[in-house]
Structures are given as C-alpha cells and as structure tokens.
C-alpha cells in the first residue's frame, strides 16, 4: 500500500510534520529570546549598582515607543538595529 498523492492519510502526516516545525521553532525563539532577557536584566542590575558597563547601543537607544510608531518603522528599526550589530562585531 502506498501512500497516493491527495490522500487523506498523505495530508495527515504532511500538516502533523508542519505542526512539529513550527512548535520546534517557536520553542527554539523563545528560549533565545529569555536568554536575551536575562542578559538585559543582569546588564541593568550591573549598571544600577555602580559598576556602568559599556552597554550595546541597541540597548541604549530605545527612546521611541514602538505602539506609538507604524510597522514599517519598526521594522526599518529592527534592521538597522541588526545592520549597526553585523557592521560593529565585523
């Protein structure tokens, strides 16, 4: 028995496979994204003691509000943002 183009048993498996990719990935984003956190915040708690290390521009620089801007600015933000951090570590 093979499995024919269209079949039920064929589509079946083809949304489970996205459906594990996409909890694969979700689940790998947001463990970057708390890894990140804890940097910021161990990064703030360092500075509020005393000891004011050299903080990342991006981290520096977030005087605009981003509910308050449109999404093609904060889109334009977030690649110049990764622009600036590829230039400076090169």
């Not at 509020?48 to 605009?64: C, I, R, Y």
């Amino acid at each position: 028995m093979g499995i024919y183009e269209g079949s039920p048993k064929r589509m079946a498996m083809a949304w489970g496979a996205m459906i594990v990719a996409m909890f694969t990935g979700y689940a790998y984003v947001k463990s970057m994204n708390r890894t990140k956190k804890k940097e910021y915040i161990t990064m703030q708690a360092q500075a509020a003691d005393g000891d004011v290390p050299q903080l990342p521009k991006h981290v520096v620089s977030t005087n605009t509000n981003s509910r308050q801007s449109s999404p093609i600015q904060q889109l334009y933000t977030s690649l110049k943002r990764q622009w600036e951090k590829k230039v400076n570590s090169a």
